[in-house]
């Protein structure tokens, strides 16, 4: 108990997530015996990290800084339009449109907010749309990224808990699809009350094939991603890798956009990215020590089986947890922290391994846009200058057509698993 009060305290007092979990794991291996156990810290520290898969987390981050270096945003931007422009609410569609294209180059949240706050809020506020709902539209897109892999959440839980991450990646591409397209149900269905505008024409064919042709190398990126993972032909770690050179390659002899200054510095963002999560795996895993010492995953599965030992029941208040914890606190920490506890509790359930995992991922994501520490709201409250509580107000109906499509994936079992069984992962 001394080690939760301590590390909520240190949170609530305003310290980085990664050394609250450091001093409170460091206290937890005094509580376990002492001295003695001390001295198995750092190795703790540095075995946290010494997982292969983990490679492929700032692979992934500097292919996406990269790409978006080079103008490739804007490229998926003019695709997306030409495809549903002409529809009322226009560019909200293009917004939604756009995330799933971008999906395949970040894998990450709060970069497709910070992009799209930049570029696509503008564009719609210009356009007629009031900022406050264009805000909400892109946070309600920007989870599709890291649902959609690549994932760095997906490469942490499949490192973590020894699950597949090419099973996962299969697993992800159906609801960030499907979260694409209630999205884009919602804003048409509101587009009339909201008065909001659209082209006045739709785009040929033929303006729709130029544009297709000057956007191919950045769609060519998920293919190369996710074609080489799923077909086995490499792992994640290699896959991130060809990325990078796919986009160096890019930049560098077709766009002729990336400088070695430019370069230099997308090295420095993506050391700062990775080394912030890596420091907070690097001390959870004390923690995570200190847990299974305590054997607090089996006393937790214990007293969520003593409610009630129907599944649904329990995946639910899994859910739940996840989704109230992730108003609070990292997402990255979380899964961290609570994988170990939880996911051997849907094992006593009969739940999928890549099922569980799927939860995990969808549940998180979501949380990333529910204030008061939704990420993807601060940083589009800071892009755009919007207030928050504007932003979270024009927000909930694309928040419970997410939850929706969490809970529909979390009871149907077979729904979530259908592509990693065509794939050959299950």
């Not at 503008?122 to 264009?134: F, I, L, S």
């Not at 269905?189 to 909201?194: D, E, G, L, N």
């Not at 509580?389 to 979390?410: C, D, H, N, S, T």
Request: glycine share 10%.
């Amino acid at each position: 108990m001394i080690v939760a009060i301590i590390f909520v305290v240190l949170m609530v007092l305003g310290m980085p997530i990664g050394f609250a979990l450091g001093v409170a794991g460091v206290v937890g291996l005094f509580d376990m015996g002492g001295g003695m156990f001390l001295s198995q810290g750092p190795s703790k520290v540095f075995n946290g990290l010494n997982v292969f898969p983990f490679l492929a987390m700032p692979f992934f981050i500097l292919a996406g800084e990269i790409m978006n270096h080079i103008g490739i945003t804007s490229r998926l931007v003019k695709f997306a339009q030409a495809l549903v422009g002409h529809m009322r609410g226009g560019l909200a569609h293009t917004n939604m449109l756009a995330s799933v294209f971008f999906a395949g180059l970040t894998g990450a949240a709060t970069a497709d907010a910070a992009a799209f706050g930049k570029t696509l809020v503008p564009a719609m506020v210009e356009r007629g749309y009031r900022r406050d709902y264009a805000c909400a539209v892109t946070a309600a897109g920007s989870i599709i990224g890291p649902t959609i892999p690549p994932s760095g959440l997906m490469v942490v839980y499949g490192s973590l808990m020894g699950v597949s991450i090419g099973g996962l990646f299969a697993a992800g591409i159906l609801p960030g699809l499907m979260i694409c397209l209630i999205c884009m149900t919602v804003i048409a269905v509101t587009a009339r009350s909201k008065n909001l505008p659209k082209n006045e024409r739709r785009a040929s064919l033929l303006e729709v094939w130029k544009i297709f042709k000057s956007s191919i190398t950045a769609l060519i990126m998920p293919l190369i991603i996710l074609g080489g993972i799923l077909g086995g032909i490499v792992t994640p770690t290699e896959a991130a890798s060809v990325a990078v050179a796919y986009a160096l390659f890019i930049g560098v002899f077709v766009y002729r956009a990336l400088s070695f200054a430019d370069f230099f510095r997308m090295l420095v963002r993506t050391a700062r990215v990775t080394g912030v999560i890596f420091v907070i795996i690097a001390f959870a895993s004390i923690l995570g020590w200190w847990l299974s010492f305590n054997r607090i995953p089996q006393e937790v599965a214990s007293m969520v089986l003593g409610v009630s030992e129907n599944p649904y029941i329990v995946i639910f208040m899994i859910v739940g947890l996840l989704l109230m914890i992730g108003m609070v606190m990292d997402i990255n920490a979380i899964l961290i922290i609570l994988a170990p506890v939880l996911v051997p509790l849907t094992v006593q359930i009969g739940m999928d391994p890549i099922h569980a995992g799927i939860i995990f991922i969808l549940a998180l994501n979501i949380s990333l846009m529910t204030p008061p520490v939704g990420a993807c709201l601060f940083v589009l409250s800071s892009v755009t200058g919007e207030k928050l509580e504007k932003i979270a107000a024009q927000l909930w109906p694309f928040l419970l057509a997410e939850l929706g499509v969490l809970f529909l994936f979390a009871f149907w079992s077979d729904l979530a698993l259908v592509i990693p069984r065509l794939l050959g992962f299950r």
